[in-house]
Structures are given as structure tokens and as C-alpha cells.
């Protein structure tokens, strides 16, 4: 289990942009596919967006296509999640977590291990 470390949030107004880190303290992410999830107040959590660990694919929910993107650092220690035009029902804590990844390199929202503490991402309208 990766120790990942989630960090950026904040509060900002509607059609801002924030962006998320995800590192792991000492480790390098190379060849791990990570998602980030969210939690909104009295809903389920769920899977945001991913990337794979090998060829760096990645997968979005159809509500965040075209406003968010996952990407890693060259060094591979650090992966992020850039939130542009936000929405108030982008509200929500945010999580990032290591999860699967299939035959065909594409990574799931299966996510491994414990979940952190997350950052708070609140979006005013």
C-alpha cells in the first residue's frame, strides 16, 4: 500500500480552477496507476478520474470531461488532478488511491489499501 498524500484544495467560486497533488512521501509512482475519487456530503464515493501505470492512458466521468485533467510529474513522484471551470457540484472531499489496472493498461477505479485524509475542494456559485 502506497502512503499517498493528497494536498490543494481549497475554496474558490464557480468557474475557477484549483489543482490537486498526489505523492507519496519517499516513493516513486512509476508504474502505479492512481485515481483520484471524490465524496460529496451525503453521497457515495466516487471514482474521478485515472491513469494508468504503464503508457499514462487515462479515464474520466462524463461530468468532469473537458474541465479536468490527470497527469504525473516527469520525475514520477507527484500525480495531479487540474480542476478548471468549476461547478458547485464539484464540491466535495478528494482522494487519491492506487488502484488496478487491466490487460489492456487501462486503469479502473479499484482503488488499493486504506484511504487517506483527502483535501477539502469547495466551489462557491
Known amino acids: 500500500q502506497l502512503p499517498l498524500v493528497e494536498s490543494g484544495g481549497g475554496l474558490v467560486q464557480s468557474g475557477g480552477s484549483l489543482s490537486l497533488s498526489c505523492a507519496a512521501s519517499?516513493?516513486?509512482?512509476?508504474?502505479?496507476?492512481i485515481a483520484w475519487f471524490r465524496q460529496a456530503p451525503g453521497k457515495d464515493r466516487e471514482g474521478v478520474a485515472c491513469?494508468?501505470?504503464?503508457?499514462?492512458?487515462?479515464k474520466y466521468i462524463d461530468s468532469v470531461k473537458g474541465r479536468f485533467t490527470i497527469s504525473r510529474d516527469n520525475e514520477q513522484t507527484t500525480v495531479y488532478l487540474q480542476m478548471d471551470n468549476l461547478k458547485p457540484e464539484d464540491t466535495a472531499v478528494y482522494y487519491c488511491?492506487?488502484?488496478?489496472?487491466?490487460?489492456?493498461?487501462?486503469?479502473?477505479?479499484?482503488?488499493?489499501?486504506?484511504w487517506g485524509q483527502g483535501t477539502q475542494v469547495t466551489v462557491s456559485s
Open positions: 519517499g516513493f516513486s509512482l512509476n508504474f502505479y496507476a
Open positions: 488511491a492506487q488502484v488496478g489496472q487491466t490487460a489492456q493498461a487501462m486503469c479502473s477505479y479499484d482503488p488499493f489499501g486504506s
Open positions: 491513469i494508468s501505470g504503464t503508457g499514462g492512458r487515462t
